[in-house]
């Protein structure tokens, strides 16, 4: 079990302390897919850096499976169980998807493995696995390539941070099935930051963030029509909170 208790996260800004997450709870349990989602500006990114180390909250605890984080480095924390895909993923010039796939493992991996890890996330392995990890490859394979080398070893919680940004629509529908998959075969925690309403629909639960805080919580059924307006559309993709 994750759980975040009352973590708070401050900046200077122009000689001033602005607030960007306050007193933000939450726990995600062992089998369960959580979404976070919210306006833009409103923190999500900001929390998913601070849950894998990348910044240091001003305040609160972070927990995972009874052993207090809040302080460990990035690769104290991979160690610990969570994988992590940023936004936008870094590209590697001269390192092959295999050496990625390799690195991200921790050990060397079979062909056969290599292929099936990129053709579980929708990639022709044999057109892929050779080739460099760099800007030679779109938004939408990398964010593929990306997800592989998570699903490259056995974590405890799976952090994706807007998975669906920068990518075409056939890139996303590719996507979602990736994660419908991830649900029903991973026993870990997986946690997602995103807009889009399609992953919101395969969520377990729902957090909403605005303005820094949690401004609502439940199951994906209950949170669902808080986030929908009059016209049908996810106020969280228009960046309106309700």
């Known amino acids: 079990m994750l759980q975040v208790?009352?973590?708070?996260?401050?900046?200077?800004?122009?000689?001033?302390?602005?607030?960007?997450?306050?007193?933000?709870?939450?726990?995600?349990k062992d089998g369960e897919m959580l979404v976070i989602t919210g306006p833009n500006g409103g923190g999500k990114s900001t929390l998913a850096k601070i849950l894998m180390g990348i910044n240091?909250?001003?305040?609160?605890?972070?927990?995972?499976?009874?052993?207090?984080?809040t302080n460990m480095p990035i690769d104290g924390r991979a160690k610990a169980g969570i994988g992590f895909a940023f936004q936008q993923p870094p590209r590697f010039k001269g390192m092959t998807v295999r050496r990625l796939l390799h690195l991200a493992a921790?050990?060397?991996?079979?062909?056969?493995?290599?292929?099936d890890l990129l053709s579980s996330v929708g990639l022709c392995a044999m057109e892929y696995i050779d080739r460099d990890a760099d800007a030679t490859l779109s938004g939408g394979e990398m964010k593929r390539i990306e997800i592989a080398t998570v699903l490259a070893k056995q974590h405890d919680i799976c952090i994706f941070?807007?998975?669906?940004?920068?990518i075409d629509l056939w890139s996303f529908n590719s996507l979602i099935h990736v994660f419908e998959r991830m649900r029903k075969e991973i026993n870990g925690m997986i946690l997602i930051i995103s807009h889009q309403e399609r992953?919101?629909?395969?969520?377990?639960?729902?957090?909403?963030?605005?303005d820094g805080l949690v401004s609502a919580s439940g199951s994906r059924d209950e949170v669902m029509p808080k986030l929908l307006n009059t016209e049908g559309t996810c106020s969280a993709l228009t960046g309106k909170a309700q």
Not at 5 to 28: M, P, W
Not at 106 to 115: T, V
């Open 5 to 28: 208790e009352y973590l708070s996260y401050d900046v200077q800004e122009e000689g001033r302390q602005a607030e960007i997450l306050s007193d933000v709870s939450f726990s995600v």
């Open 56 to 69: 240091q909250p001003t305040a609160g605890k972070i927990v995972l499976n009874g052993t207090d984080i």
């Open 106 to 115: 921790g050990r060397e991996l079979s062909e056969d493995e290599c292929c």
């Open 161 to 166: 941070d807007e998975p669906e940004a920068g």
């Open 199 to 210: 992953i919101l629909n395969i969520a377990d639960r729902i957090i909403l963030i605005a």
